[in-house]
């Protein structure tokens, strides 16, 4: 689905992503792993076109997207949720989940304009189906609130549903549990279970161990922005590579 190609980022002359290289399989869920300040964020603002890659190939399928601006990754069908969450807090839950699918709305706008109760048609249908993302996230209740109303973890699953509810071909999951308690963690798993059973394929950033290794069917790990390590979680997790680099650490600091 997606393959990187040696992928390198500088940020004022220091790397943050030096040669990067791996694939994300089609139906599978693929997690980044390593310490703080390894590269995970800006590998994932550089796939979405967030940030800019400085050289390497990012191809999708097999076109490469590394020089498209974010709205382009966008209508690809690339979706990203975001490490602080990015929710429109006087907006209605659902509105917020409207916005994930203006980019293919915008497409036919123009189309639409000539024919009114088409456009009308439209709508209802785009709120029709941001109401059945809701519903998958356990949010159809609220979904006329305001978004800066909800609990924290309720705005997660927003984002997540913001990001699922246009087919995308490719999610990228950045902290999805961050900053939850063990309950909700637990339901944002059973989603990302849920979505990989109807065929989703996710990139996942996540320092959560537990949920790497519960969900993930390949885990990759970035130290120092440099790939160095892949391969099934038991593989990755009993590497010494790995535990001297990131999970050993962990361990020493939990
Ligand atoms: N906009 C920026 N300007 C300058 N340096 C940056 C910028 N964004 C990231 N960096 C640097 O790039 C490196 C990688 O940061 P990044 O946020 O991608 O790491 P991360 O693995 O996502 O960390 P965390 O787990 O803490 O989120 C770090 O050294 C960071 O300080």
Redesign the pocket.
Known sequence: MLLLKNVS?W??G????QDVSFGVPRGRITA?I????????????CISGV?TTASGQILLETRPIERLPAHGIADLGVARTF?NLKLFARLSVLDNVLTGLTVAAERSFFRSMLRLPALRTQERQLRLKALEALDDFGLAEKANWPAGALSYGEKKRVEMARAFVGDPRLVLL??PVAGLNADETARIARHIRQKRGAGHTMLL?E?DMELVMDVADQVVV?D??RCIAGGSPEAVRSNPLVLDAYLGRMEATA
């Open positions: 980022k940020f004022g220091l790397p943050a992503l980044l390593g310490p703080n300040g390894a590269g995970k964020s800006t590998l994932i603002n940030d490490q950045d902290e950033v320092h970035l120092s922005g």
